[in-house]
């Protein structure tokens, strides 16, 4: 898929929102990709999941054992992936703030995971998952994810390939403009602390 097909998709469903946002960063914007909007047709999931699929090199899409994606925004384009891939799919969760494999999922000892994410921002997120995926017997060879919004900056430890790279600008909260600081801030991500 190209850039203009890939942003076309998103405009379709609606997924690119116009406001003031308190991103999982922490950091402000004054635009935010909802992905679950983008993801909720199953066509245009497994569109740009074989898309995302795509882009993985060969001898790393050879050594991928099982895809593992962080809730709430990777299950959906995680679960794709996995079928884009033939390899089971499993999630991270973080009832108490950490993450955490649950509902009975486990790796084996030494598994090459493929992480999934929705959108990355700073990497705070993937890195951390990984992380759990190292505590959780596992190595993480790999990331994709639907959106980069880093500016290409997150530096996440391991190779990474997001389909789509979107760098509206981002705001700590001393940085915020005025124009964007009158508008009442929304927090759509999933992380709560």
């Known amino acids: 898929m190209t850039q203009e097909e890939i942003l076309s998709e998103f405009r379709a469903s609606e997924a690119l929102l116009e406001g003031h946002f308190l991103l999982s960063s922490g950091r402000h914007s004054g635009h935010y990709l909802q992905c679950a909007r983008v993801l909720m047709n199953p066509e245009r999931a497994g569109r ?34 996995g079928r884009a891939l033939g390899k089971d799919a499993m999630f991270l969760e973080r009832p108490e703030g950490e993450f955490h494999l649950r509902r009975g999922f486990r790796l084996e000892p030494g598994a ?16 951390e998952a990984i ?8 190595e993480v060879i790999a990331e994709v994810a639907l959106v980069d919004r880093s500016n290409g900056e997150a530096d996440l430890g391991v190779p990474f390939f997001p389909l789509i790279d979107i760098n509206f600008p981002t705001y700590a909260d001393d940085e915020v403009p005025a124009d964007l600081a009158a508008i009442e801030i929304t927090k759509p991500g999933s992380r709560k602390a």
């Open 112 to 127: 090459k995971v493929l992480m999934v994410e929705d959108v990355v921002t700073t990497g705070l997120s993937s890195r």
């Open 131 to 138: 992380a759990a995926v190292a505590r959780e017997g596992g």
């Open 48 to 81: 740009l999941a074989l898309a995302l699929a795509q882009k993985l090199p060969r001898d790393i899409r050879s050594q991928i054992d099982v895809v593992v994606s962080p809730a709430m925004g990777g299950i959906i384009i995680g679960q794709e992936m």
